[in-house]
């Protein structure tokens, strides 16, 4: 069984069980999806229930690679029916790929899928914990041009395209579920950026993620707190509000860039804009859910000041150039340190490269250290690969994170 087309800007995938796949292994797979129902490989007959799926489906009738991955002839009812040929033809981004019965069974398959749910979506919370909602730059990885480029120069944004590759990040962006003496738990999300939607798309159903009580901005770029506007799902659909803790100067920049969110007065009786509370805050800790929050003040180029945030002994620093030294004390005692990288070989006038980083790394000395931040010419692999031999040479344990990660945190 392989696993061989994925379709669509928005990552909605295609699985086909090749003949010779056994319907026992099918039907295996289908626990874990919400869309599909029925699949027979026996009879290469499949009976989707839900419609949402089809126009997926026929983005391949007819095609060359349609009909080599999908083999022709194979479920001719389905490929024939008009009324789903409608309009994804024209979703850009179609990739072909071959996922191995290994990235199968663990799942990585299911990411793309529009409301998928894993099994970790039903499980009761024993330990607050920490997921990756994003870990790249603000263009995310792939690059559309890299795909689009004739010369297909770029491997990492190649392999990014593919299903369930680690190379594929979206904005930065850490969910923090914080589990409370009282058993209570609280969402809270650290940075809304432009690709919010698409973070929230494939996560929050995979970890069964329905409410987000606050939102802490690291800084006024639209990679942070581009996807705020999108948050009105929440606030229509899910919670009555969402307070958001911005620093005063930044939330002096989102009175411009957001303002009908900031100022309310300025709507339109009626309309439906999402309904958050913004909170200034200073550079001095501050309580979120009674959850102790110290920002960690960091320069993002020169002149422009970012926010880190420590939780606990989780200190998360995903824009940064250059650390200033009032801001050293705050990472002592650091269990995880998540710090910016932005590629392997230089820092940039508002990033700090891997080099710099690694400086970092050895001056703050966490216990455990994860990259966020990547740019394309970050490959998964390889950089972890180099990064692993520091701890046999000098006793770093370093890696970069990847989209959806999930970490057990002791708060
Ligand atoms: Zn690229
Ligand atoms: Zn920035």
Redesign the pocket.
Known sequence: MRIVAEVGSFGARILHFRRGGSSGQAMAALKTMSVLHTVSSGTRRLVPPSPCLLPFLQGFNGTRSGNRLLGAGCWPKLFHHATWCSRIRADAGVVVSDASEKEFQSGAFVDGFLGVQSEEAGRELTTSEIIFLGTGT?EGIPRVSCLTNPDKSCPVCLAAAQLGNKNRRRNTSLLVRYLAPDGSLYNILIDAGKFFYHSALQWFPYYGIRKIDSVII??A?A??NGGLDDLRDWTNNVQPHIPIYVGLRDLTVMAKSHYYLVDTTVIMKGTAVTKLQFIPMSEEPFQVHGLKVTPLPVW??PGYR?LGFRIGDVCYIS?ASEIPAETYPLLENCDLLILDALRPDRSSS??FGMPAALEEVRKIRPKRTLFTGMMHTMDHHKINTFLAKLLESEGLDVQLSFDGMKLPIHL
């Open positions: 603000s690291t800084h770029h990679d942070a993002h180029g970012s824009d508002t990033h």
